[in-house]
């Protein structure tokens, strides 16, 4: 795996500097970690209000009220080829849209506190490991990142006094899928149930080339998001430019005959366009706004189900939702209250013009009458 090419990432962040890291992430809706001494949570940026953070997470808000008001907390989040951090607090729980949001207050600088020689990425699947100073004391704990050169570790359990830094530790390291090593490492660090640890004596070459054959997927994601940043931000911030108004109808589904009968059931001044049901190409799509979203659902079982419900979530919330469900398949009615729709249709060719009024109807009632055309006075 080859070294971090800017060794200057860990000089820490400080001022305004931090409010500008904090928005290109939430432009991204990077991934988070929200971490306690002793616990972490996923977490993801929604948005930055002044020095204050909002990140949407899973927890309840009893759990953050009674836990983790009371505990120090840190974010966690990849930058450059790395994971920086900084302390944050809690400052209110809200439920929005059925989303769980914690607000916090951005932390006044960022930093990282484990630098190695060679570049760190989160670990691609679940890994674990399990560690001994002595042969008897055991300690079991989680891997939060990991390099060919070191890991750092998050303790699942109180740390017992036997681990001391700089002490030689027995290290069972376990991925699943992937590579089970059994090595030796020095304790190079412990803070709270946190442990730093490197390779000692380094890994031998053909551990160390399982090792890069199981992170290497995940370093050239982590090293494409860096490199195309620039494109990302440039993305997010096109987004925020003022829009044209909502005009025509989209579609999202891939099925021929189905386009082909909504195109003869619309007029001309509401044009079709087509994305296929993935959260990329409609979020694509809907940068040009449609008065009406058609989302084609085939199936609706719980897998099919949970991912339309992340498509809706996509869409504005002001722009009509019609979803056409299948005859026969089941389930798809049921999804018009959890998405909010605006109509339920199980579709079939024989419906193509009470379709095209359906849709029509839902673009005067939200959008208001079409404008008259030039030169001309409606009645």
């Not at 400080?14 to 809706?29: H, I, N, S, T």
């Not at 899928?177 to 190079?188: E, H, I, M, S, T």
């Not at 890069?212 to 982590?222: D, G, I, K, Q, S």
């Amino acid at each position: 795996m080859p070294p971090s090419p800017d060794p200057g990432d860990n000089t820490p962040i400080k001022g305004e500097a931090v409010f500008e890291v904090l928005d290109e992430l939430c432009d991204r809706r990077a991934s988070f970690q929200l971490a306690t001494p002793y616990l972490s949570f996923p977490a993801h940026a929604l948005g930055r209000q002044g020095k204050e953070l909002r990140l949407r997470v899973t927890f309840t808000e009893d759990f953050a009220k009674r836990t983790l008001a009371k505990q120090a907390l840190r974010i966690r989040f990849p930058w450059g080829l790395g994971m920086m951090g900084g302390p944050v607090s809690l400052l209110g729980y809200e439920i929005e849209d059925g989303k769980r949001i914690v607000r916090v207050a951005a932390p006044g600088q960022i930093g990282d506190e484990d630098r190695r020689g060679l570049s760190r990425v989160e670990p691609p699947t679940p890994c674990s490991a399990t560690l001994s100073p002595d042969g008897e004391t055991l300690l079991l704990a989680r891997v939060e990142d990991i390099s060919l050169s070191g890991v750092k570790l998050l303790a699942l359990e109180p740390v017992s006094a036997a681990f001391i830094p700089n002490r030689l530790l027995q290290v069972g390291l376990t991925m699943d899928p992937g590579p089970r090593l059994d090595v030796q490492a020095r304790l190079v660090h412990l803070e709270g149930q946190t442990l730093r640890i490197c390779f000692q004596p380094p890994l031998e070459a053909d551990k160390q080339e399982e090792l890069e054959a199981y992170l290497l997927p995940e370093f050239e994601r982590a090293a494409y998001r860096w490199e195309n940043r620039a494109k990302l931000r440039a993305a997010a911030e096109s987004r925020r430019k003022p829009r044209a108004a909502p005009e025509g109808v989209l579609l999202v589904g891939q099925d021929p005959q189905l386009e082909a009968e909504v195109r003869k059931a619309l007029p001309e001044e509401l044009p079709l366009r087509q994305c296929s049901a993935a959260l990329a190409p409609l979020r694509e799509a809907l940068d040009l706004a449609p008065k009406v979203v058609l989302l084609h659902v085939p199936a609706a079982g719980i897998h099919e189900r949970r991912r339309f419900k992340t498509l809706a979530e996509a869409i504005p919330a002001a722009t009509p939702l019609v979803i056409l469900g299948t005859p026969g398949a089941g389930g798809g009615r049921e999804l018009v209250g959890e998405l909010k729709a605006a109509a339920y249709l199980d579709w079939n060719p024989a419906q193509t013009l009470f379709l095209g009024r359906l849709i029509q109807g839902l673009v005067r009632k939200h959008w208001g009458p079409a404008p008259s055309p030039e030169g001309t006075d409606r009645p």
